[in-house]
């Protein structure tokens, strides 16, 4: 069975650009969470996301949005891009409500802000 | 004060070597704890899963939690160079909870 899938792999964006993280979910999972990475940091919680509601919300601003589609899919979406945001993305998915102990990460999108 | 601390390392330790891998957090109300996996660009991979206080092991893995000193602990027992990755510690206040990470602690396992 295919994991949790990301895409792009790898991106460059300037200063005040738009990007747009996608994430698909293990087969039957309906829990879908965001994490930014910086690097040399563990990751920091963003987004949850089950059954197309929003769950949870860090403590991100504005610019930072997401939403989850009804095959569970994921988009995270950054507005007006900082150097600061430059971070490895993950994506996160769990069967059910249950997150705690149960959450599969993708290998990520690698987003570089010049 | 942080959440979670963790001592980033680097840990270098030869093949064969009993690893300890530490983590403590100011915040008892956390009462779900895990370990994770993650080697060089790529995502974390879940190890280890404990809820409450108490040990669990799993293969050449054991996880501890003493709520009481607000101390968690993973044991690696004959390490391999495989072993080496990053590995996080993380908490969560309840089943449905956010993870909260700690930095991670870079382990370099030598044959």
């Known amino acids: 069975d295919a994991g949790v899938t990301q895409s792009p792999t790898h991106l460059i964006k300037t200063r005040g650009q738009h990007v747009t993280l996608r994430c698909s979910p293990i087969?039957?999972?309906?829990?879908v969470s965001w994490y930014q990475q910086v690097l040399g940091q563990g990751p920091q919680f963003i987004f949850q996301y089950y059954e197309k509601e929003e769950r949870g919300r860090g403590n991100f601003p504005d610019r930072f949005s997401a939403r989850q589609f009804p095959n569970y899919s994921s988009e995270l979406n950054v507005n007006a891009l900082l150097l600061g945001d430059s971070a490895l993305y993950l994506c996160?998915?769990?069967?059910?409500?249950?997150?705690?102990?149960?959450?599969?990460f993708g290998e990520g999108s690698r987003l570089t802000v010049l | 004060q942080k959440e979670v601390e963790q001592d980033p390392g680097p840990l270098s330790v030869p093949e064969g070597a009993i690893v300890s891998l530490n983590c403590t957090y100011s915040n008892s109300a956390f009462q779900y704890f895990m370990w994770y996996r993650q080697y060089s660009r790529k995502g974390p991979e879940l190890l280890m899963y404990t809820y409450s206080s108490g040990n669990k092991e799993d293969g050449r893995f054991t996880a501890q939690v003493d709520k009481s000193s607000k101390y968690i602990s993973l044991f690696i027992r004959d390490s391999q160079p495989s072993d080496s990755a990053t590995y996080l510690c993380a908490m969560s206040r309840t089943i449905r909870g956010n993870l909260i990470f700690g930095k991670g602690t870079k382990l370099s396992v030598k044959p």
């Open positions: 996160a998915s769990s069967s059910d409500e249950i997150w705690a102990g149960e959450l599969f």
């Open positions: 087969s039957g999972h309906k829990s």
